[in-house]
């Protein structure tokens, strides 16, 4: 599959340069599709079983990034649920890994949007990119080292297409000459995430003031991404 990369709304065409960008591509049109309805019909689960289902999902998240083998009944002792109301929800810790997986997916997409990358200049939008995934940082370090979870399921929780806007900020800071040319987009995207993650080990292995640690690595990767100047 061929991402469209479009230099404007009329045009559409498939653009081989960036493979990673035409998985994504079509994985955000199956994201953005209307939702089949359940087995009966009926929509999501709303109220009290929505919180409770968060609260699991965000106690998973505070302890798996300190303990990622840690146990369900842990989880449940911290979202103050009994372990037989998490399985109602979870069947299995790989249940739970992919619907952790799914929210940051989305978590992901959320925070991209709202970084407004195609706004102003390419330099901007690249810093307000980095500041929205540093505080992401977190929520995906567990995950990178999770190696229950398939290629395929990255794939379809909507990872790749969340970073569809990224992938296209760097085209565009390419085309403007902000971005070296020879940086493939897979780099870009590595080199963010690993990046993040590195700045998060620092704070939490060093201390490192979180404020210090995101200057940190927007410099890093402004330094290795731009055009080298002779």
Known sequence: MRHTVPHSDAECHPDTRYPVIARAYHGRMA??????????GTPGPTGTLQRTRRAILDAAIE????????????I?????????????YFADRAALIHALLEDC??????????????DGPVADAFRRLVRAMFDLGYRVNFLFS??????????????????????????????????????????????????????????????LPRHVALERVTRTLEGGLRPRRD
């Open 63 to 74: 302890v798996y990034s300190q303990d990622g083998s840690a146990s369900l009944g842990e």
């Open 76 to 88: 449940a002792r911290a979202a103050q649920v009994g372990r037989s109301t998490l399985h109602r």
């Open 105 to 118: 997916a989305v978590a992901t997409r959320h925070a991209v949007e709202e970084a407004g990358l195609e």
């Open 146 to 207: 999770e190696d229950t979870v398939s290629p395929d399921e990255w794939t379809e929780s909507g990872w790749d297409a969340a970073h569809v806007p990224m992938a296209l900020l760097f085209q565009r800071g390419q085309d403007e000459g902000y971005f070296d040319e020879e940086v493939e987009v897979e780099w870009f995207v590595r080199s963010l995430w690993y990046l993040i993650s590195a700045g998060w080990e620092a704070m939490d292995e060093d201390g």
């Open 31 to 40: 994201a953005t599709a209307p939702s089949a309805p359940g087995p009966t």
